[in-house]
């Protein structure tokens, strides 16, 4: 059985050691974290069960574990990653998977020539609803993609570490790289506003792919929560709804044909909407963490590389690095006008 430890016990980490408890395909032997108190914390709950430490370097030197499960702010991933992978660990990384796609390329290489695995955790590929979503595409139900709206936006947590589409847009492309099996991008823009933080903290990013579109909305200080994927087909539509308790997605047989209509003047221009049956279809029952964590030990185990892998990562770090770049640009482009007036 693969042994596991856990670096970070503070916003996400609670969560990936509560999942890593359940699982009894794990040995979860440590815990660390800087703050004593988190430590403290952590302990309540697991007692004698699992160690506990403030160096990870302990971590690292323990010849016992295997996989390292890296849950601190995205600043420190690329520093513990590199020592934990040349320590001779697989690793498990929360997303963003890096600050940017050399340090990704870099651990990427690093992996390779230590035939170890890279396990990102863009967690809701992992989520039934997605695998479902999956399954529809790759059936033919949607026929072919036409775009993808996705709406993630909530009030509170405001980071300076990340933007809110580090933080947030990182999801919605993680899903959308998943679901297309890596398409291929053309064209990236962004528009971002700074707001109680030194990084953006709404950001509207549209990607345009090879055969789609996509807008993406991220948003912190929203005064709704929602967490919401439209994806329209050739042949239908869906609607993802992760705050929806009840019916998290629906598909449409909703869309257009390219029939004349009769007698109508400029036909050639018309297309008549069709409207059918909404269904909504069974999701299993499971949890995307739980099955991202279990993932990565069964890739592990059958030594295959992990559906969110380092090359995984980069594809979507390289479109958040183009949306910065767009972004930084707009920045320059108003402090010139500024500066002339």
Same mark, same amino acid.
């Given at each position: 059985?693969?042994?596991?430890?856990?670096?970070?016990?503070?916003?996400?980490?609670?969560?990936?050691?509560?999942?890593?408890?359940?699982?009894?395909?794990?040995?979860?032997?440590?815990?660390?974290?800087?703050?004593?108190?988190?430590?403290?914390?952590?302990?309540?709950?697991?007692?004698?069960?699992?160690?506990?430490?403030?160096?990870?370097?302990?971590?690292?030197?323990? *010849?016992?574990? $295997?996989? =390292? %499960?890296? !849950?601190? @702010?995205?600043?420190?991933?690329?520093?513990?990653? #590199?020592?934990?992978?040349?320590?001779?660990?697989?690793?498990?990384?929360?997303? *963003?998977?890096? $600050?940017? =796609? %050399?340090? !990704?390329? @870099?651990?990427?290489?690093?992996?390779?020539?230590? #035939?170890?695995?890279?396990?990102?955790?863009?967690?809701?590929?992992?989520?039934?609803?997605?695998?479902?979503?999956?399954?529809?595409?790759?059936?033919?139900?949607?026929?072919?993609?036409?775009?993808?709206?996705?709406?993630?936006?909530?009030?509170?947590?405001?980071?300076?570490?990340?933007?809110?589409?580090?933080?947030?847009?990182?999801?919605?492309?993680?899903?959308?790289?998943?679901?297309?099996?890596?398409?291929?991008?053309?064209?990236?823009?962004?528009?971002?506003?700074?707001?109680?933080?030194?990084?953006?903290?709404?950001?509207?990013?549209?990607?345009?792919?090879?055969?789609?579109?996509?807008?993406?909305?991220?948003?912190?200080?929203?005064?709704?929560?929602?967490?919401?994927?439209?994806?329209?087909?050739?042949?239908?539509?869906?609607?993802?709804?992760?705050?929806?308790?009840?019916?998290?997605?629906?598909?449409?047989?909703?869309?257009?044909?390219?029939?004349?209509?009769?007698?109508?003047?400029?036909?050639?221009?018309?297309?008549?909407?069709?409207?059918?049956?909404?269904?909504?279809?069974?999701?299993?029952?499971?949890?995307?963490?739980?099955?991202?964590?279990?993932?990565?030990?069964?890739?592990?185990?059958?030594?295959?590389?992990?559906?969110?892998?380092?090359?995984?990562?980069?594809?979507?770090?390289?479109?958040?690095?183009?949306?910065?770049?767009?972004?930084?640009?707009?920045?320059?482009?108003?402090?010139?006008?500024?500066?002339?007036?």
């Amino acid at each position: 059985m693969l042994k596991v430890a856990l670096i970070g016990y503070g916003y996400w980490g609670p969560n990936v050691a509560k999942q890593l408890y359940r699982n009894k395909n794990y040995i979860f032997k440590t815990i660390c974290d800087l703050r004593p108190d988190r430590l403290e914390k952590a302990r309540e709950l697991y007692a004698d069960s699992i160690g506990y430490t403030g160096d990870y370097t302990m971590v690292l030197r323990d *010849p016992e574990i $295997d996989l =390292v %499960a890296i !849950a601190v @702010e995205t600043s420190a991933h690329y520093k513990l990653a #590199k020592e934990a992978l040349r320590s001779g660990k697989h690793i498990y990384v929360e997303k *963003p998977f890096t $600050d940017n =796609v %050399a340090q !990704a390329e @870099e651990l990427k290489k690093l992996a390779l020539e230590r #035939k170890l695995y890279i396990h990102v955790d863009h967690i809701m590929v992992y989520h039934p609803a997605v695998r479902k979503i999956k399954e529809i595409i790759e059936n033919g139900d949607l026929g072919d993609i036409l775009y993808v709206s996705c709406y993630r936006q909530n009030l509170g947590n405001v980071k300076n570490d990340v933007s809110a589409m580090w933080d947030l847009s990182v999801h919605d492309l993680s899903v959308i790289d998943y679901l297309t099996n890596g398409a291929k991008v053309r064209f990236v823009k962004a528009l971002g506003e700074k707001v109680y933080s030194s990084r953006e903290s709404v950001t509207f990013l549209s990607v345009q792919y090879d055969s789609f579109i996509a807008n993406i909305t991220a948003n912190w200080i929203s005064p709704i929560k929602e967490r919401k994927m439209i994806i329209a087909g050739t042949r239908k539509m869906l609607v993802y709804d992760d705050v929806d308790v009840i019916n998290k997605l629906i598909v449409y047989d909703k869309g257009f044909d390219r029939t004349p209509i009769k007698d109508m003047e400029y036909d050639e221009f018309v297309v008549k909407s069709r409207i059918g049956d909404a269904v909504i279809p069974k999701l299993e029952q499971s949890d995307a963490l739980f099955n991202s964590l279990d993932h990565i030990r069964n890739c592990i185990e059958k030594g295959e590389e992990s559906l969110t892998n380092a090359d995984a990562a980069i594809r979507v770090i390289k479109i958040l690095e183009l949306a910065d770049k767009d972004l930084l640009e707009a920045d320059e482009t108003v402090q010139v006008r500024k500066e002339e007036k």
